[in-house]
T-cell receptor, first 111, second 113 residues
Framework: ELKVEQNPLFLSMQEGKNYTIYCNYSTTSDRLYWYRQDPGKSLESLFVLLSNGAVKQEGRLMASLDTKARLSTLHITAAVHDLSATYFCAVDMWGNTPLVFGKGTRLSVIA | NAGVTQTPKFQVLKTGQSMTLQCAQDMNHNSMYWYRQDPGMGLRLIYYSASEGTTDKGEVPNGYNVSRLNKREFSLRLESAAPSQTSVYFC????????????FGQGTRLTVV
């Protein structure tokens, strides 16, 4: 059974600081997805990582995937208030199975 | 471009009532999913459909039924609602050609009293 664990689950950051969210998963996969959810809203796709060593960047967010360690990171650079949201990672297994989600990291960026 | 459309957006039910949540996608995706989201639990898969005419159970299927009416539509039915089914329900779809990136509807906030 595929399990996906995120940490931390809650994160309060000061504006301008850097931080990393971690996503570990339990079985072999080389496909990992990051989503963002604003309060009361739906999930928005941020990054799709499809191979070992994949790195993608969008603005102040950078995601990477290490399939050997079964680990993905979401790095936040110089946080701003607009990044406050809940971030989910999700993994699928071979054969286009449904995504299994982590419990999410609720990020709050404070002045 | 509507993407994934869910109806209704909000619903209050009494225990024992039934209802159907509707979902439609206009992206010609093969796979469709129903997830529920509860505080501190992330998203949990209820049912999914890999193609028209097929459905499979997910992690938490008890108390629910689904119908893949055609390629576009995938409905979720609660036959006898229980307070434990109070949740936010998301429908999603994916292409599956290259990967399983899922695109989500706006969600249905359901309260069972």
């Amino acid at each position: 059974e595929l399990k996906v664990e995120q940490n931390p689950l809650f994160l309060s950051m000061q504006e301008g600081k850097n931080y990393t969210i971690y996503c570990n998963y339990s079985t072999t996969s080389d496909r990992l997805y990051w989503y963002r959810q604003d309060p009361g809203k739906s999930l928005e796709s941020l990054f799709v990582l499809l191979s070992n060593g994949a790195v993608k960047q969008e603005g102040r967010l950078m995601a990477s995937l290490d399939t050997k360690a079964r680990l993905s990171t979401l790095h936040i650079t110089a946080a701003v208030h607009d990044l406050s949201a809940t971030y989910f990672c999700a993994v699928d297994m071979w054969g286009n199975t449904p995504l299994v989600f982590g419990k999410g990291t609720r990020l709050s960026v404070i002045a | 471009n509507a993407g994934v459309t869910q109806t209704p957006k909000f619903q209050v039910l009494k225990t024992g009532q039934s209802m159907t949540l509707q979902c439609a996608q206009d992206m010609n995706h093969n796979s469709m999913y129903w997830y529920r989201q509860d505080p501190g639990m992330g998203l949990r898969l209820i049912y999914y459909s890999a193609s028209e005419g097929t459905t499979d159970k997910g992690e938490v299927p008890n108390g629910y039924n689904v119908s893949r009416l055609n390629k576009r539509e995938f409905s979720l039915r609660l036959e006898s609602a229980a307070p434990s089914q109070t949740s936010v329900y998301f429908c999603a779809s994916s292409d599956d050609t290259l990967n399983t990136e899922a695109f989500f509807g706006q969600g249905t906030r359901l309260t069972v009293v």
